[in-house]
């Protein structure tokens, strides 16, 4: 890029987040490619430049104005109390942030003493650990967490999708502090800047579009003439299905956009109906 030159920099969560994430941003076709082995995954529009950190820093970051905005889990949003304001959730890597302790342990023993209490997530779980009341001693982690209890710590703050890895170390988990899941996070201030506001809304649209696309499949099928009007009425669709004629005036070609989840009722309707040589293939992008 050149000196001068306009840019809008973003930073892309590394670790955890980084495959689905880098699946969506490769898939809205702005990247061809995005791996932990280059930290500086090239941009095919040349005014956006992306850098991949943990998402631990990237709060930070983006609320100091170095970059305009950024991709990381809304538990380190929370975490860093950064000035930074999540405006979209991707709804990837969904997790719960919870206290655990080992299964043979009752709260009432840890409420009666002093306990170590060990997370990567310092403020979460001293705010979390007042309003519970607990009197503790708190060790920063930086990783495995899980393997404190219960030699090491009594009781400990970290994320689960499913709980698997916490029940197979032999805890249980306590309270459910949070939910967490990959958000698009922007310095406040880029809403004041007309030209990296636009780039920060063709963004989104083009993430939002993949996001759409990922819900819905295409259904093509032909109908006959008289079956017509019967077919289109038990139609879900976004606005009105797209009904071309077919040659020689045999029928007709019905297309439409159906979310997913409507497929495996709708189709065995579609035959009742009279529809023939029904198709169904995804869709790579669907703007509203």
Known sequence: ??????????????????????KLLQETGLFQEINEQCYLPPCLDPQITAKLMKPQNIPELVALGSYDAGFTGLDWVVEKKAKVEPILDLGL??????????????????????????SEYENITKAYLRTRGFKYHFIRTFGATEAFPPDDADLIVDNTATGKTLKQHGLKILDVIMFSSTRLII????KTQPWKKEKLDKLIMLIKSVMNARERVMLEMNVSPTQLEELVRILPCMRAPTVSPLYNGTGYAVKVAVKKEEVS?????????GATDILEYELRKVII
């Open 265 to 273: 009722h709708l189709i065995p309707l579609l035959k009742k109906f």
């Open 1 to 22: 890029m050149r000196k001068n030159q306009k840019s809008f920099k973003i930073l892309i969560a590394k670790g955890r987040l980084l495959p689905a994430l880098a």
């Open 187 to 190: 310095n406040p201030r880029l």
């Open 93 to 118: 890597n969904p997790v719960k942030l919870v206290s655990a302790v080992a299964k043979e342990i009752s709260i009432n023993e840890l409420m009666n003493r002093k306990i170590i209490v060990a």
